[in-house]
Nanobody
């Protein structure tokens, strides 16, 4: 059973940057595909970004493409989300997710589905003021 713990959330002004971290407790972290999702008040959980176990492939939602960057450090068992040029509409609870031992072809369609992931963190609040 893998445990995921997010950190780095907070209150920032529009246009500023924030870096989220997600630390995993499982020794097999390097074999997991990792993703970030977010959920704003009154809205459903939304896909943000994902990265394969090797870090060779990344996918982003159109709303964050060009502003957010997902990366991972397998030695530290940590995945990151660098958020730049933040907008008020980025305000949400951000969740870290993991898919253990993914098989088959990993695509945007596959990784953007919340049900594809089998482990989730508790979430961290990101608030962007105008």
């Amino acid at each position: 059973q893998v445990q995921l713990v997010e950190s780095g959330g907070g209150l920032v002004q529009a246009g500023n940057s924030l870096r989220l971290s997600c630390a995993a407790s499982d020794r097999a972290f390097s074999n997991y595909a990792m993703g970030w999702f977010r959920q704003a008040p009154g809205k459903e959980r939304e896909f943000v970004a994902t990265i394969t176990w090797s870090g060779g492939s990344t996918y982003y939602a159109d709303s964050v493409k060009g502003r957010f960057t997902i990366s991972r450090d397998n030695a530290k068992k940590t995945v990151y989300l660098e958020m730049n040029s933040l907008k008020p509409e980025d305000t949400a609870v951000y969740y870290c997710a993991a898919r253990s031992s993914p098989t088959g072809i990993v695509t945007y369609v596959t990784t953007s589905r919340p049900r594809w992931y089998n482990y989730w963190g508790q979430g961290t609040q990101v608030t962007v003021s105008s």
